[in-house]
């Protein structure tokens, strides 16, 4: 029932910065755990950032000191700030929503997906 519509990739030349958009569905935006992930051709998804409902904020090595996450929950939105990018980072963006009720299941949706491709 949650639907993930991410945007803002495209193409940048290595050193330059783009930011991601995943706007979400839903009136329980402000509860979810947000993440971005990203596939490259012949490796596995892997995590990117996340944000948690309380802030808190998870990074892999290869994006520390270069990306930023954040939310927006007025705007069920969140953001991938991408700076000083390698063509390393050349992959498919995805956004994904964790929830979980309280004794109950988790829920995990997924966006599509955006590419983004750093030129050297």
């Known amino acids: 029932q949650v639907q993930l519509v991410e945007s803002g990739g495209g193409l940048v030349q290595a050193g330059g910065s783009l930011r991601l958009s995943c706007a979400a569905s839903?009136?329980?935006?402000?509860?979810?755990?947000m993440g971005w992930y990203r596939q490259a051709p012949g490796n596995q998804r892997e995590l990117v950032a996340s944000i948690s409902s309380g802030g808190n904020t998870n990074y892999a090595d290869s994006v520390k000191g270069r990306f930023a996450i954040a939310r927006d929950n007025a705007k069920n939105t969140v953001y991938l700030q991408m700076n000083s990018l390698k063509p390393e980072d050349t992959a498919v963006y995805y956004c994904?929503?964790?929830?979980?009720?309280?004794?109950?299941?988790?829920?995990?949706?997924w966006g599509q997906g955006t590419q983004v491709t750093v030129s050297s």
């Open positions: 994904k929503a964790l929830t979980r009720i309280r004794d109950g299941p988790t829920y995990r949706y």
């Open positions: 839903g009136s329980t935006f402000s509860i979810y755990t």
